[in-house]
């Protein structure tokens, strides 16, 4: 499986980004997919995830959306409301992480004035 994570980058507090991840290798329909983020000096930690359906959604902060688009095998995260702590590397994977699974790149989201 492949991941290639896009859409991050400098905003203000308070701002909006919409990150996209592509996703290949592997029946992306059949899967919870997940964005997860790794803020500097902390551990990876999960966002929010979507069900292979797109029907069941788990959403750590309020402030943020999860969707998906299994025709093209992309999942998106909408933040909203940014703070100084969003800042971080936002990843997209399977939920659970799955053997097969690989990390990508990841997307750096900044948020700074």
């Known amino acids: 499986a492949q991941f290639v994570e896009s859409g991050g980058g400098l905003v203000q507090p308070g701002g909006s980004l919409r990150l996209s991840c592509a996703a290949s290798g592997f029946t992306f329909s059949r899967y919870r997919l997940a964005w997860y983020r790794r803020a500097p000096g902390k551990e990876r930690e999960l966002v929010a995830s979507i069900s292979s359906s797109g029907g069941d959604l788990n959403i750590v902060d309020s402030r943020f959306t999860i969707s998906r688009d299994n025709a093209k095998n992309m999942v998106t995260l909408q933040l909203n409301r940014l703070k100084p702590e969003d800042t971080a590397v936002y990843y997209c994977?399977?939920?659970?992480?799955?053997?097969?699974?690989?990390w990508g790149q990841g997307t750096q989201v900044t948020v700074s004035s």
């Open positions: 994977n399977t939920a659970p992480i799955e053997t097969w699974s690989y």
